[in-house]
């Protein structure tokens, strides 16, 4: 059985050990940062190895984080899908995954089993091919 | 919010309801029933209470926020008691905002009537002593909490005190409202909620969360819930006039 890592960059202290024991409760194997600097810190000269990156900082919009998933994959030369959680966002998009590019999605959670639904399909192949 | 001139004669509103009936009697032509609205905000922070209300039915949050619009919850009330006391003090800098958690039924008063009742000294001026020093404790132990115990902790107090003023374990919230109410992240309250929900204790559908295991979500909870708990049962066992 092959666990699928998530690179895991949480701002959020409250958020940060509730999201990593649910991952690691649902499977995921969790590498973790405290926040974007922590992050491109970590990942340079490619000393993460990861099947996913996602991101939650805080007081930024989607589409900055996303910018910022994407220097980290950049720098980390991790070619994966990037998940960014939507802090602020109206009743129209609650409950929406939003697929933006060909590996880039941001989530606006209606609840937590809506990112996990997310994560597993995004891993579902990694998983198989690994197999 | 709107107004119904009728009044009912026993309220469900334990502080009106403790009041000797000569008292009640008194206030009576002043009373008018309100009909609240999830959302409602009943107190801005920065004015002194237009009415002082009387809870019937449902469950409203005292609160404070920064420039930021920041918001920290301080209490939860519900038909133990009242909202507006500020009315009491004569002048006063006001930060704290009050506004209906779910919909709900209320009879309202106007400031200056409160507050003459008040200070005639009779048993409605004991009875808001004793709810002063409730909210006090309320909102001192929460404090307290925010800031040394996690967020399925804090979630599990702010759920089992919401059911308990509301006196239901089916609460009407959406996750988006509850991270407003608790000053949280969004997101936060989402995982949070979902550690509660893979551990048996709540069930959550859009919009409704259900207290499935109480026993459980008492045990996960930390111990500020008894103690704000007690406090309400301490200071607010009021009992009916016959």
């Known amino acids: 059985m092959y666990n699928p890592t998530i690179f895991l960059i949480e701002e959020d202290n409250d958020a940060r050990p509730i999201l990593r024991d649910r991952l690691k409760n649902a499977g995921y194997k969790v590498t973790l940062a405290l926040d974007e600097e922590d992050a491109l810190d970590r990942v340079g000269g490619g000393r993460v190895k990861a099947d996913l990156v996602l991101v939650n900082l805080l007081r930024k919009l989607p589409e900055d984080i996303l910018k910022i998933g994407r220097n980290?994959?950049?720098?980390?030369?991790l070619d994966v899908p990037v998940v960014v959680i939507a802090a602020k966002f109206g009743e129209d998009l609650e409950g929406k995954d939003i697929q933006v590019s060909d590996k880039e999605y941001i989530t606006y959670l209606e609840d937590g089993e809506q990112l996990f639904g997310l994560l597993s399909r995004l891993t579902r192949d990694i998983v198989q091919t690994r197999l | 919010m709107s107004e119904q001139p009728q009044i009912d004669t026993r309220p469900k509103n334990l502080l009106l309801a403790a009041l000797p009936e000569a008292e009640y009697r008194r206030l009576l032509p002043h009373l008018k029933k309100a009909v609240l609205k999830q959302g409602d905000v009943l107190h801005h922070s920065d004015t002194p209470a237009n009415s002082v209300y009387f809870l019937?039915?449902?469950?409203?949050?005292?609160?404070?926020?920064?420039?930021?619009?920041?918001?920290?919850?301080?209490?939860?009330?519900g038909t133990e008691a009242v909202v507006g006391e500020r009315a009491i003090f004569k002048h006063g800098y006001f930060i704290v905002q009050c506004q209906m958690l779910s919909d709900g039924v209320s009879y309202k008063i106007s400031p200056k009537v409160f507050q003459k009742e008040f200070y005639r000294g009779d048993a409605l001026h004991d009875l808001i002593?004793?709810?002063?020093?409730?909210?006090?404790?309320?909102?001192?132990?929460?404090?307290?909490?925010?800031?040394?115990?996690?967020?399925?902790q804090r979630l599990s107090r702010w759920l089992l005190t919401f059911a308990d003023r509301s006196g239901s374990d089916r609460l009407l919230l959406t996750q988006e409202f509850i991270s407003n109410v608790l000053g949280a992240n969004?997101?936060?309250?989402?995982?949070?909620?979902?550690?509660?929900?893979?551990?048996?204790?709540?069930?959550?559908?859009?919009?409704?969360?259900?207290?499935?295991?109480?026993?459980?979500?008492?045990?996960?909870?930390?111990?500020?819930?008894?103690?704000?708990?007690?406090?309400?049962?301490?200071?607010?066992?009021?009992?009916?006039?016959?």
């Open chain 1, 72 to 77: 980290i994959c950049r720098k980390g030369e």
């Open chain 2, 56 to 77: 019937e039915d449902g469950v409203a949050s005292l609160s404070v926020s920064n420039s930021d619009g920041v918001a920290l919850e301080l209490s939860i009330v």
């Open chain 2, 129 to 152: 002593l004793n709810h002063l020093e409730a909210r006090l404790t309320e909102t001192a132990q929460t404090a307290l909490c925010n800031q040394t115990h996690v967020m399925e």
């Open chain 2, 186 to 242: 969004r997101p936060t309250i989402s995982v949070a909620a979902k550690a509660l929900q893979d551990k048996g204790l709540i069930e959550y559908t859009r919009g409704v969360i259900l207290i499935v295991d109480r026993a459980g979500l008492e045990k996960e909870t930390c111990e500020c819930y008894r103690v704000i708990k007690k406090t309400v049962e301490t200071y607010f066992s009021l009992k009916r006039r016959s």
